[in-house]
T-cell receptor, first 116, second 117 residues
Framework: DTAVSQTPKYLVTQMGNDKSIKCEQN?????MYWYKQDSKKFLKIMFS???????INETVPNRFSPKSPDKAHLNLHINSLELGDSAVYFC???????????????FGPGTRLTVT | AQTVTQSQPEMSVQEAETVTLSCTYD???????LFWYKQPPSRQMILVIR??????QNATENRFSVNFQKAAKSFSLKISDSQLGDAAMYFC??????????????FGKGTKLTVNP
């Protein structure tokens, strides 16, 4: 069984379009994350949700909007896509705040977004 | 701001040999875990090994072990008997507590490991 899954794995779209990436985890974790990995492989956190509540919102353009319908799902919607949004986006999950080893994160397979 | 430094952008090793990847970190937390993640060409991020900072004993997972020096804030990864499948980007990660009290991981820039047959 896949622990953290993301759809789609690949996304090619044109500038100005709106797109969404979906993430689901079946680990029973409370906390979920979105990361962006740029072309130099640098991994940077974008957002984090704990039990459907936004707890981390790094400096990310307003065009990016996360949504967590329940604690097992975290989606990322991107409006008015730009060339610079091309990257790999990873979803991850962890046990949750204050839990033992709460920092240990499990990652999804990533979504490679290409904006043309 | 919390920083994690991996000073070796690239490393190479002969198959069956041993290689050590270095990492230094700068967390202000007193009790924490440290992690090494592996990212092969498939791009999946895979947890390789974790170290609990309050444990003096270095963590070991099969051919992977760490050399944890808490006072020096150093956390290196040793891969013994290197195999072709070990070729990947390796990321060191350290915890950071945000001003709002939220927990997050900070990742180093990665070390690309090549295994030569």
């Amino acid at each position: 069984d896949t622990a953290v899954s993301q759809t789609p794995k690949y996304l090619v779209t044109q500038m100005g379009n709106d797109k969404s990436i979906k993430c689901e985890q079946n680990l029973g974790h409370d906390t979920m994350y979105w990361y962006k990995q740029d072309s130099k492989k640098f991994l940077k956190i974008m957002f984090s949700y704990n039990n459907k509540e936004l707890i981390i919102n790094e400096t990310v353009p307003n065009r990016f909007s996360p949504k967590s319908p329940d604690k097992a799902h975290l989606n990322l919607h991107i409006n008015s896509l730009e060339l610079g949004d091309s990257a790999v986006y990873f979803c991850a999950s962890s046990q949750g705040l204050g839990r033992p080893n709460s920092y240990e994160q499990y990652f999804g397979p990533g979504t490679r977004l290409t904006v043309t | 701001a919390q920083t994690v430094t991996q000073s070796q952008p690239e490393m190479s090793v002969q198959e069956a040999e041993t290689v050590t990847l270095s990492c230094t970190y700068d967390t202000s937390e007193s009790d924490y875990y440290l992690f090494w993640y592996k990212q092969p060409p498939s791009r999946q991020m895979i947890l390789v090994i974790r170290q609990e900072a309050y444990k003096q004993q270095n963590a070991t997972e099969n051919r992977f072990s760490v050399n944890f020096q808490k006072a020096a804030k150093s956390f290196s990864l040793k891969i013994s008997d290197s195999q072709l499948g070990d070729a990947a980007m390796y990321f060191c990660a350290s915890p950071d507590l945000t001003q709002g009290g939220s927990e997050k991981l900070v990742f180093g820039k990665g070390t690309k490991l090549t295994v030569n047959p």
